[in-house]
C-alpha cells in the first residue's frame, strides 16, 4: 500500500496568492528580523475575514486533478489531504471538493485546528505514515524532509524556481506521474 498525502492550496488547488510568498518572507527576514519559520494564525473575525478572502483565490484545479482522481481509485493507493488551512475555511474546502467532484478521492481530509501548519503537517505525515508528501512551501518542505519518513514532494513557483531541491515538480501531475515510477 502506497499513502500519499497531499497539501491542498498550491499542490490540489493552483493558488495564485502563492506567487507573493518570496516578497514576504524577504520582508519578514528582513524588515521583522524573524528567521524562525512561524506563519500568522487568524484569532479575530477581522483577521479571519482578510485570510479568507486571500485564500478565495484558491479556485481552479491544479494541472493533474484527473490523474489524482484516476490514482485515487487504485486499490494499492491511499490518498490523504492535509492542509494546513485553518479550521474555519472549512466550508470553502467542502465546497471546493464537491464542485471538483473529489469528496470520495481522499481516505482521509485533515484540517488544522490553528496549529502552526508546518507542525501540523508533520504531525500528521507521521500519525499517517505516508511514504509520500507533496507541498508547494518551500519552507515547509525544507522544515519537513530531515523530519519524516515520507519522501517530500516540492511543487514549486515561478519565482521560487531557480531554488535547489531534488525531488521538484512544476505542478501536481508531474509529481503523481513520478511517485507511481517508484
Not at 469528496?103 to 481530509?109: L, Q
Amino acid at each position: 500500500m502506497t499513502r500519499i498525502g497531499l497539501d491542498f492550496d498550491g499542490v490540489v488547488v493552483y493558488d495564485p496568492v502563492r506567487i507573493i510568498r518570496a516578497p514576504v518572507k524577504w520582508f519578514k527576514k528582513n524588515v521583522l528580523k524573524k528567521n524562525k519559520l512561524s506563519f500568522f494564525v487568524p484569532k479575530n473575525s477581522w483577521q479571519r475575514w482578510v485570510w479568507k478572502t486571500i485564500f478565495s483565490s484558491s479556485i481552479w484545479p491544479a494541472k493533474g486533478i484527473d490523474l489524482l482522481r484516476q490514482t485515487s481509485r487504485n486499490k494499492n493507493v491511499e490518498m490523504h489531504l492535509i492542509t494546513g488551512r485553518f479550521d474555519f475555511m472549512d466550508a470553502h474546502l467542502e465546497n471546493w471538493l464537491t464542485k471538483y467532484k473529489l469528496n470520495g478521492s481522499f481516505k482521509s481530509v485533515n484540517i488544522n485546528r490553528q496549529e502552526q501548519p508546518h507542525l501540523f503537517k508533520e504531525r500528521m505525515i507521521n500519525e499517517l505514515k505516508l511514504d509520500y508528501f507533496v507541498e508547494d512551501n518551500l519552507d515547509v518542505v525544507l522544515y519537513l524532509a530531515p523530519r519524516v519518513k515520507a519522501k517530500i514532494l516540492w511543487i514549486y513557483n515561478i519565482l521560487d524556481a531557480n531554488k535547489n531541491y531534488g525531488d521538484r515538480f512544476p505542478y501536481l501531475e508531474k509529481a503523481l506521474v513520478w511517485i507511481s515510477g517508484q
